[in-house]
């Protein structure tokens, strides 16, 4: 059955600091894998996907992720943080537009 | 261009009752999946429909049900309502059920609140 784990529920991080997320799933197949983010009472923005090609990959707002299939892991980073990116951010796996399966989620508090 | 549009934004239901989701997809789209997200969870996938037809349900009750129109949009229902029912609704559509390249846009959700 595929699963995701996101191992951090929150982290902090200072304004101008880099950023790692981490991600790390269960699939059987090739999977496609996706991270969102959430703003509080706001649905999921999609910040980037992977499907195949070039395992890292550039999203929108700075953020990009590395696919390593020897650690089925899929983090997603950012060099400097700003303020507005204070949300929480879900990893997801799925095959196409079938059923996403997501991750926990972490939250991100930024501090100024 | 609108995205995903969902209706209402917030619910306030009793126990027993039941409740209907609505939801509208992206423009061109024709795929609308459901979403349930708890209160600090992840969302949890409820079931897909394409071409007026549920083609894919995650573990929910038959309580859930929904309805695909043929202009695309979607209905969600839940029926005799429990206080676990309380969730976040998400609504997202695509182009397809399936293939390569096909993400799903999500709308900004339903709040539903159980008393």
Request: charged letters at 15%.
């Given at each position: 059955a595929q699963s995701v784990t996101q191992p951090d529920i929150h982290i902090t991080v200072s304004e101008g600091?880099?950023?790692?997320?981490?991600?790390?799933y269960s699939y059987g197949a090739t999977p496609y894998l996706f991270w969102y983010v959430q703003s509080p009472g706001q649905g999921l923005q999609l910040l980037l996907k992977y499907f195949s090609g070039d395992t890292l990959v550039q999203g929108i707002k700075g953020f990009e992720a590395e696919f390593k299939?020897?650690?089925?892991?899929?983090?997603?980073r950012k060099?400097?943080?700003h303020w507005s990116?204070?949300?929480?951010?879900?990893?997801a796996v799925g095959q196409g537009a079938q059923k996403l399966v997501f991750g926990?989620?972490?939250r991100l508090t930024i501090n100024p | 261009d609108a995205g995903v549009t969902q209706s209402p934004t917030h619910l306030i239901k009793t126990?027993?009752?039941q409740v209907t989701l609505r939801c509208s997809p992206k423009s061109g789209h024709d795929t609308v999946s459901w979403y349930q997200q708890a209160l600090g969870q992840g969302p949890q996938f409820i079931f897909q429909y394409y071409e007026e037809e549920e083609r894919q349900r995650g573990n929910f009750p038959d309580?859930?049900?929904?309805?695909?129109?043929?202009?695309?949009?979607?209905?969600?229902?839940v029926n005799a309502l429990l206080l676990g029912d309380s969730a976040l609704y998400l609504c997202a559509s695509?182009?397809?059920?399936?293939?390569?390249?096909r993400e799903q846009y999500f709308g900004p959700g339903t709040r539903l609140t159980v008393t």
């Open positions: 600091a880099s950023l790692e997320l981490r991600c790390n299939r020897s650690q089925s892991s899929f983090n997603l060099p400097s943080v990116d204070a949300a929480e951010y879900f990893c926990q989620g972490t | 126990r027993g009752q309580r859930f049900s929904g309805h695909q129109f043929p202009n695309y949009s979607s209905e969600l229902n695509s182009v397809g059920p399936t293939g390569q390249g």
